[in-house]
């Protein structure tokens, strides 16, 4: 994200099983499989592609499946800082930037036997939580001088870290604090994240549709996206909804509580907030995972389970208080408050995919009996589902 805390790209890690050595094949494969089953999503979105690479395949045809505009190649020091290996891996970094393709690197790029490489560097990525702090003030100013390329700061864990790293001059950062509850204070919930809030409550609580329409017709922003909605391509309708009562009772309960819940994470202008946001590719990919076991009813609950696991960021109150707000309880509580239940350990594989936690993502996909490609291929279906679903 950026310093305005919006979402600018996301990176893409493969978990290979076994002891086989990470190779860019593998995650370029990783990626043609997703952008296979995802049409053109991954290329129409907003949001840059953060790819790792080895120095090894550089260069090859698997990169022309790949968008240049929209991937970042993240580009490892040269085994053992070998001059000859630098000035050859040169050549081949040239070749790909000149299509388009941007290049990122370890903050030892700024070392004086990688000076061939300043001129190339779009992006210096700098591991915060392994560089002394009192030198990271003088870090970013030679990654300013010597490549001028954004300065983007790893393993930010905590609001605080945020604030102190922007300071210091880095433009870019990436972590898990966003993901992490924080104590808030006088946060205000928006008029419609407060409306749809309370329509998720009435549908929930199967309310009539009288009252679900009036819950609707409360707020401008409420129905004018209904309608929107509604009338969009994607639901092919051959005439024009101009109803609310109408545009309810087409949608249905159950589509109309997943699009109040959807709502709850976006922000007052309408864009998902970083809470929201990462809760949206917990959703989703929660969702992925069970269809593998599970009905369409348990299918819709994991998504609701992924969505409303950051509730408390959102909401600005704890999370058993948003789960009391919205009258939820059940499966939803289980799983969020007491950490257990038939939908465990699907949420758990989606926080450890974000966490990059290779212990916990190996013995939960044990449980679940996926593979590692089906869980590969839909943590990446899910960012890029995420990606997508603001822009329709």
């Not at 790949?66 to 000859?84: N, S």
């Not at 970094?93 to 790029?109: D, E, P, Q, S, T």
């Not at 917990?282 to 819709?300: I, V």
Request: overall charge negative; proline content about 3%; glycine content about 6%.
């Amino acid at each position: 994200m950026d310093t305005d805390k919006s979402i600018v790209g996301y990176e893409l890690f493969n978990r290979m099983q076994g002891e086989r050595d990470h190779t860019l094949a593998s995650d370029v494969s990783l990626v043609l499989n997703v952008m296979a089953q995802s049409g053109t999503k991954l290329v129409n979105g907003q949001a840059d592609l953060f790819l790792n690479a080895t120095h090894e395949s550089l260069t090859g045809s698997h990169w022309d499946f790949l968008v240049p505009q929209r991937t970042i190649i993240e580009v490892p020091p040269f085994p053992g800082h070998e001059a000859a290996g630098i000035e050859e891996s040169r050549l081949k970094l040239l070749a790909l930037r000149k299509r388009g393709f941007r290049l990122a690197f370890n903050h030892l790029v700024v070392a004086p036997i990688y000076k061939s490489w300043w001129d190339i560097a779009d992006f210096v990525k700098v591991d915060v939580q392994a560089v002394d702090p009192a030198k990271l003030h003088l870090l970013v100013e030679a990654i300013r001088v010597r490549t001028g390329a954004i300065a983007v700061a790893e393993k930010v864990e905590s609001a605080a870290q945020f604030e102190v790293f922007k300071d210091m001059g880095f433009h870019f950062f990436q972590g898990y604090w966003f993901s992490k509850p924080e104590v808030l204070k006088g946060q205000v919930v928006s008029p419609s994240q407060a409306s749809a809030a309370h329509l998720f409550s009435k549908l929930r609580s199967d309310a009539e549709v009288e009252e679900i329409e009036l819950a609707i017709k409360k707020d401008a922003a409420l129905g004018y996206n209904l309608l929107r909605l509604i009338n969009s391509a994607g639901l092919g309708l051959r005439t024009k909804i101009t109803s609310i009562r109408q545009a309810v009772m087409l949608l249905g309960t159950e589509r109309l509580q997943r699009w109040a819940a959807l709502l709850m994470t976006a922000g007052v202008d309408g864009k998902p907030t970083l809470a929201g946001n990462m809760a949206v590719v917990r959703a989703k990919m929660m969702e992925l995972l069970a269809q593998r076991s599970m009905s369409p009813e348990d299918q819709e609950e994991a998504f609701l389970i992924g969505l409303f696991s950051l509730l408390d960021r959102m909401l600005g109150c704890s999370l058993e208080e948003a789960l009391s707000m919205l009258g939820l309880d059940g499966a939803i509580t289980e799983a969020l408050l007491q950490g257990s239940g038939r939908f465990m350990d699907v949420l758990a594989m989606a926080i450890a995919c974000e966490m990059e936690d290779a212990s916990v993502f190996a013995e939960v996909a044990q449980r679940l009996d996926l593979s590692y490609r089906e869980i590969n291929v839909a943590h990446m279906e899910a960012l890029v589902w995420a990606d997508a679903i603001y822009q329709e």
